[in-house]
């Protein structure tokens, strides 16, 4: 993928059309599906494992008490511990900012108000189209051979890795246009384990799907720690957002934009012989 | 410094501002009849799929006595807002009968007593919440298909509509399923839970089970059975009291 862009140029081509349409469908789909998935949450705001529910012990919740002075709070229980979160989790200010009981906050959910079945109707357009491009990409990126090219760490790059890891620290990047071993392992994580995990935790939550296969309740623990895992992937794929962002804002925006919008990238002149 | 500051200002209330902005178009997107059909044409996509993919006489999963762990927790109506029904409840649904009318060779008015009588089948089965919640309990009942072949289904036959007692603001629910739902072995007009008689909070003196769909799709306090080929004359038009105000009618998932 370091084809030249022109002679005595140092920007390079980068990313293919299939692969820049991916990132993109990905990250819309994701957005709209994280937004409505939380308004889905909110119709039961507690996570449990097992087959079934085990109402009087959940795993984790978001609810809402009225305290003696008769304001209401709102309290997040993980496990043996509970957090006082009034104003984000278990109860928000509604739109004439009343504090009212609700599991996420009405600015991050689809639709802001409460309406389970608008959430479900968003959360399924967009799953549907995130398995779509999903399996779009993966015949893509097995026929240009972007995973085996671009995406497999040789054994080297993972011998390296402690050294890799110290240059992260130090905030020391190397533009040579190629993903670092952190990139490719991350990468990996995300389109091999993540997204993979994400839906087949959502289709075992389908009473249909368990029909089917009832396998998958025996994969992920039942119906209910199915539902846990679709939330705990949610939590790390956000986690991986957050840490991507970071390092696009760390390696130089514009250039990491411009290569996943037009494909092309400036590398390091230093680089630029050995590069390529 | 100023500069700074002000810059940093202005990212902050930009991206307030475009989030803030993306999100009431959503909403706005949400609250378009046109746009919200056009996502909601999804569920065509998943009903197909899973129509292809699922056998139809496929079991939802069944569990072991020592799953039964809590008492049923009741979805929807837990009650029922009518003097007459109650009377009825009393009375063990003594005098009562259960239509089943439409299109069918001979219409029946099945007594509780008749149906209880007729093959039973017991199937401890997970009950899963549009909400998010699972619950797992033991129900008892006579399959569908054989009420269904008592009255002679017609050829034309699509849907099978279920009449309730109980009203949710006003409006009497109802349901539907296809045939296909219909004739599954575990589709039973239930009339006992957990090896006790079905209670008012469960849908006395009926509730159907349909194990592949969401809960809301299991009518309660049925009152009587319609066979239809067409579902858009029936109230809202969309087939059941949920599907009416937005839900999916195609819940199996």
Known sequence: MEQQDSAGSNVIYRHRWPTRIWHWANAVCLFFLLLSGLQIFNAHPALYFGQQSTFDDPALSLTAFRAADRTIHGQTQIGSWTFDTTGYLGASPDRIGNMVPRGFPPWLTIPSYRDLSTGRVWHFFFAWLLVINGLVFLVFSLANRHFVRDLAPSGRELGGIGHTILEHIRFRFHHDGRYNVLQKLSYIVVIFILLPLIVATGLTMSPGMDSWAPWLLDVFGGRQSARSIHFITMALLVTFFIVHILMVLAAGPINEMRSIITGRYKIDPELKEGSS | ?253
């Not at chain 2, 309990?137 to 009449?163: C, E, M, N």
Request: glycine share 10%; proline share 5%; hydrophobic share 40%.
């Open chain 2, 1 to 253: 410094m100023t500069l700074i500051l002000t810059r940093r200002r202005l990212l902050r209330y930009g991206a307030l501002g475009a989030g803030a902005a993306l999100l009431a178009g959503c909403d706005g997107i949400s609250r378009n009849p046109q746009a919200r059909n056009f996502l909601q044409r999804a569920e065509d996509l998943t009903m197909a799929a899973q129509r292809a993919l699922i056998d139809r006489t496929a079991l939802a999963p069944e569990f072991s006595e020592s799953e039964i762990i809590q008492p049923m927790r009741a979805n929807g109506s837990r009650n029922v807002q009518d003097d007459a029904y109650h009377a009825l409840f009393d009375s063990d649904f003594a005098g009562w009968t259960l239509p089943v009318t439409g299109l069918v060779e001979k219409p029946l008015a099945l007594s509780l007593n008749e149906i209880r009588n007729m093959p039973s089948r017991t199937q401890i089965t997970r009950h899963d919440c549009v909400e998010g919640w699972s619950c797992i309990a033991k129900w008892t009942g006579t399959p569908l298909s054989g009420v269904l072949d008592q009255a002679g289904v017609k050829p034309d036959a699509k849907y099978i509509v279920f009449r309730c007692f109980d009203t949710l603001g006003n409006a009497l629910y109802y349901e539907s399923i296809d045939m296909v739902d219909a004739r599954h072995p575990q589709t039973i007009l239930a009339y006992g839970l957990n090896d006790e008689k079905l209670g008012i909070p469960y849908g006395a003196p009926l509730r159907v089970r349909v194990e592949r769909q969401l809960g809301y799709k299991m009518a309660k306090y049925i009152k009587a059975i319609e066979v239809v080929d067409d579902l858009s004359p029936i109230a809202g038009g969309k087939g059941g009291y949920w599907p009416d105000r937005g839900y999916e009618w195609y819940a199996g998932i």
